[in-house]
C-alpha cells in the first residue's frame, strides 16, 4: 500500500472514526488516521492519512476550512443542529432578507465564539456533551475565531408544524474551532427567533477541496491515495537539497537553514523529487520534525 492521503466525501450519518476504520479495511493496514473532525450529521471533505502520511497530519495547516450550511430559523435545539430535541419554536414569518444579511455581519470578522455545549470540549476535564447529559447548568467561554466569509446564497419561508421557518442557505470560510452550529444558534438568537443548523457540508480544509474528494463507494471500487509527496508539495512550503544534503537529512543530521526557511513545517524533497521529511528553522537549522525517506 502506497503512503498518502485520501480525501474522503463523507457520507451522513457516520461518524470520522467510522470513516477510518472503513477505510483501513480498503487498504488493508491499521495505519490511517484522519484531521479535521467533522459530526455525524456532516458531510463533505474529510482529510485521511495512510502509512506514512498519518505523520504528516498533525503538522497540516489546514486552519482554512469552507462549508455550504443551512441554518433554520424559529426553531432551536438543544445540539444547535438537527441531530437535537427541539427546545423552542418561535414564528419567523416577518424575518426578512435584510434583516439576515444585518444580523451577519456582527458574526463575520474575528469574533469571539461560545461552542456549542453539546460538543467535545472538555471542561474540568469532562467533555461538555457529557455534563449536558449529566443535566448540569454550566456556561462556556467564549472563543476566538475568524469567520472570513459569511454569505446567504438563498432564503426559503417554509410552512412548518409548530410555527413558519425561515431556511437560510449560507457559505462560511473560516478558522479551524469555529462552529457552524454556533453560528446558526447566533444568528437565530440576534434576529429573536432562535436558530439552528439542519445541513452542513464541508467544501474545503486547508488545500485540499472537494474536487479531490472521493466517495466510500467510489474508495472501494477503485482505492488509490494521493501520493505523500503532491499531498505535502500541496500543504507545505517547499525545500529542494542536494545529494549530499539528502544523505545528511537521511542520517537525521540537522542542516543550516535557508534564509528562506521559516519556522513553520517546510517539505524537503531530494534531487529526484522524492519527499524527504518534514523540518522547521529553530536557531539557524533545520530540525526535523517527521523523517520520511
Not at 472501494?220 to 525545500?239: K, N, Y
Request: proline share 4%; aromatic share 4%; hydrophobic share 45%.
Amino acid at each position: 500500500m502506497k503512503d498518502g492521503l485520501v480525501i474522503v466525501d463523507k457520507p451522513g450519518g457516520m461518524t470520522s472514526h467510522d470513516v477510518v476504520a472503513r477505510l483501513r479495511r480498503l487498504a488493508g493496514t491499521r495505519r490511517v488516521g484522519h484531521a479535521g473532525t467533522l459530526d455525524p450529521m456532516a458531510t463533505g471533505v474529510l482529510v485521511i492519512g495512510v502509512e506514512k502520511a498519518t505523520r504528516l497530519l498533525g503538522h497540516l495547516a489546514l486552519t482554512r476550512k469552507e462549508y455550504e450550511a443551512t441554518i433554520r430559523l424559529g426553531q432551536s435545539t438543544i445540539t444547535d443542529d438537527a441531530e437535537g430535541e427541539v427546545t423552542a419554536s418561535v414564528s419567523a414569518d416577518g424575518v426578512t432578507r435584510e434583516a439576515i444579511d444585518a444580523g451577519i455581519v456582527p458574526l463575520t470578522g474575528d469574533i469571539m465564539q461560545v461552542p456549542s455545549k453539546v460538543s467535545a470540549i472538555k471542561v474540568n476535564g469532562v467533555r461538555s456533551y457529557a455534563r449536558v447529559r449529566g443535566g448540569e447548568d454550566f456556561e462556556l467561554p467564549a472563543r476566538p475565531v475568524t469567520v472570513s466569509a459569511f454569505a446567504v446564497r438563498d432564503v426559503r419561508h417554509v410552512r412548518h408544524d409548530g410555527g413558519d421557518v425561515v431556511d437560510v442557505d449560507v457559505t462560511v470560510e473560516c478558522s479551524s474551532g469555529t462552529y457552524i452550529r454556533a453560528l446558526a444558534r447566533d444568528l437565530g438568537a440576534g434576529l429573536g427567533v432562535g436558530g439552528h443548523l439542519t445541513a452542513l457540508r464541508r467544501t474545503r480544509v486547508g488545500p485540499y477541496g472537494a474536487d479531490l474528494a472521493r466517495t466510500l463507494e467510489q474508495l472501494t471500487e477503485a482505492f488509490a491515495v494521493l501520493p505523500i509527496a503532491e499531498a505535502a508539495a500541496a500543504a507545505f512550503p517547499r525545500w529542494d537539497v542536494d545529494d549530499r544534503q539528502a544523505r545528511l537529512l537521511g542520517n537525521g543530521v540537522r542542516l543550516d537553514a535557508p534564509p528562506s526557511l521559516g519556522a513553520v513545517p517546510t517539505a524537503v524533497f531530494g534531487p529526484e523529487g522524492e519527499f524527504l521529511a518534514l523540518v522547521e528553522a529553530r536557531e539557524g537549522q533545520a530540525r526535523i520534525l517527521a523523517n520520511l525517506g
